[in-house]
């Protein structure tokens, strides 16, 4: 089956990140523990694939196998591919942890500014039967995604998932401060106003660029000193969402909300990766 040129130039990329992430930490268990399967790399990428082509893990399966550049990158034989269930069984082995080494291996492949954003979205929870939420007593039905977002690339940096629905100035204080080293200045609404954030980004040398929020004429004050064209580029937060969910839908899929999680932020390493290879 001849693979179009984009969708062979994502694998050679997935790949690339997969081969480096599990040389950097090679006791990382991702492939069967037991010895038994393939290299830990493989699978990685066969799940950034899953989620770039949106398929099941039974269709990832079928349609990687009968790729003959996919089967060459893999080092796979058609008759060699793991089953959909072994493949499923490794998702749920890797922690979050390396998948948020990989965002941020994606995030770099971006060549990221110096400029970043913060914002949040809901995503849904109802992709799971009606049957299956009554049973499981799951009455929170959406997700809470903080995204930091690199404005000159549109690349996400690091993301925040949340069913508790925490408030913004306290995901938005985590998020910031565990990535003040990828950028000098960082843009946020209102709902992010917090002064002990802004003192703690300024003794980290980032620049805050958060709105007040209006109780007197001096909030008006600190509002007009902001910086409008750094600000006004906190639009790309917003657009990096809306390009995440036009492109893979605004519902998680896993059940588990481990996985949801781990879902969420392979999603984001994906559209990174997708973002870079148009670039």
């Given amino acids: 089956m001849n693979v179009p040129e984009l969708l062979f130039?994502?694998?050679?990329?997935?790949?690339?990140?997969?081969?480096?992430?599990?040389?950097?930490?090679p006791t990382a268990v991702v492939s069967d523990p037991a010895g038994n399967g393939f290299a830990g790399?493989?699978?990685?990428?066969?799940?950034?694939?899953?989620?770039?082509?949106?398929?099941?893990?039974?269709?990832?399966?079928?349609?990687?196998?009968?790729m003959d550049r996919v089967r060459a990158v893999l080092q796979l034989a058609r008759s060699a591919f793991p089953a959909p269930s072994t493949l499923w069984r490794s998702f749920e082995r890797v922690p979050t942890r390396v998948w948020r080494q990989l965002l941020d291996r994606s995030a770099a492949r971006c060549d990221p500014g110096e400029h970043g954003a913060v914002d949040a979205t809901f995503f849904d929870r109802q992709a799971a039967s009606s049957h299956y939420v009554d049973r499981s007593d799951r009455h929170i039905q959406t997700l809470k995604t903080t995204a930091l977002v690199d404005t000159d690339s549109c690349a996400v940096l690091d993301v925040h998932c949340s069913a508790h629905w925490p408030h913004d100035t306290q995901v938005g204080r985590r998020?910031?401060?565990?990535?003040?080293?990828?950028?000098e200045s960082l843009a946020g609404d209102k709902g992010y106003d917090d002064q002990s954030l802004?003192?703690?980004?300024?003794?980290e040398g980032v620049r805050p660029l958060i709105k007040?929020?209006?109780?007197?004429?001096y909030d008006h004050a600190h509002n007009a000193r902001l910086d409008s064209e750094?600000?006004?580029?906190?639009?790309?937060?917003e657009s990096a969402f809306s390009a995440i969910k036009r492109r893979y839908g605004?519902?998680?899929?896993?059940?588990?909300?481990?996985?949801?999680?781990?879902?969420l932020v392979l999603t984001t390493a994906v559209y990174n990766l997708e973002q870079a290879i148009k670039e």
């Fill in 175 to 183: 998020v910031a401060l565990r990535n003040t080293e990828k950028v």
């Fill in 41 to 66: 790399w493989k699978h990685l990428t066969l799940h950034f694939l899953r989620i770039h082509m949106d398929a099941s893990y039974a269709e990832i399966v079928d349609w990687a196998s009968e």
């Fill in 250 to 263: 605004s519902a998680v899929g896993p059940g588990v909300w481990y996985r949801q999680f781990r879902e």
């Fill in 230 to 237: 750094l600000y006004g580029q906190r639009w790309m937060a």
């Fill in 198 to 203: 802004r003192d703690a980004l300024r003794s």
């Fill in 9 to 25: 130039r994502f694998v050679k990329q997935a790949a690339s990140l997969a081969q480096k992430r599990c040389a950097a930490s």
């Fill in 212 to 217: 007040h929020r209006l109780f007197g004429a």
